[in-house]
């Protein structure tokens, strides 16, 4: 499913089957604007769902659609204020009145993600590592939810299982072993393709780098203590690991990111109640 079939059923679900009527409908402006501080994320997404429901859910016998204008006051990624103009649509009425609630959920969910992962970026922004998400999401949403991670100054994690290859606890727990999950998870794997296990102990960790054969390992639910420790025996080994740390808390971000290692991973900056959603009008201006 791309991209245009997730907008086409967000649409479908809100407007429901029944072709809608265009003819006669005014030409009006609308003018979006936020009802919160933040970092605008979502914009791009207007112009197909502004076209998907001019071509899809309209009659087509009848007079001809005048198409809708668009034009942004802000670009993607710029700081948005309270009651300031973000863009304007010109067209048919009625195509601009069905889009408008898809549009504001839209901008109003990723703009949150975006504002959210600014935030714990600058937090962490003099220890140079990367903050990734995770695939605890909506993966109908994910494109987008990494779109607006980005625009944060965040950094994706894989989009899916052919994105590279990680190996977890449960992995380990099904094949008997560290050596025994690597073996499995290494047949047939694609050229360039990066491997990454999972540990949770200081022993694990020694089994790892014994091993030699990953590119990242992931340093799950550690204590900072444990943490400090397994980060300084990865760095004296001899193969320039990835270090990764994951199950933090955003009490702890900062904590964690003095460690050392490379990035942190953690869904909270896409979930619902940290990223909170910045709410968003569409009115008639002329």
Known sequence: MIFNDILRAKLSLDLGSEPFDGTLAPLKTFEIKSKGLGILCGTKYIPTIVDIVEREFFLKTLLPLSPVEIKLSLQEGDVIIPGVPVAKLTGNSEVLLKAERTILNILSELSGIATYTKSQVRRVKKYNIDLLDTRKDDPLMRSMHKHALTIGGGKPHRFGFPDGVIIKDNDIAVYG??????????????????????????????????????????????????????????????????IEASGIQESTLEEVAKTGVSCISSSMFIRKGMAEHIDFSMKVVN
């Open 177 to 242: 072993g560290i050596k025994q999950a690597i073996d499995r998870r290494i047949r047939g794997l694609k050229h360039l393709t990066k491997i990454e296990i999972e540990v949770r102990t200081l022993g694990e960790l020694e089994e790892v780098i014994a091993d030699g054969r990953v590119d990242v390992i992931l340093l799950d639910n550690m204590n900072i203590e444990t943490l400090l420790k397994s980060v300084e025996k990865i760095k004296a080994s001899s193969k320039p690991y990835i």
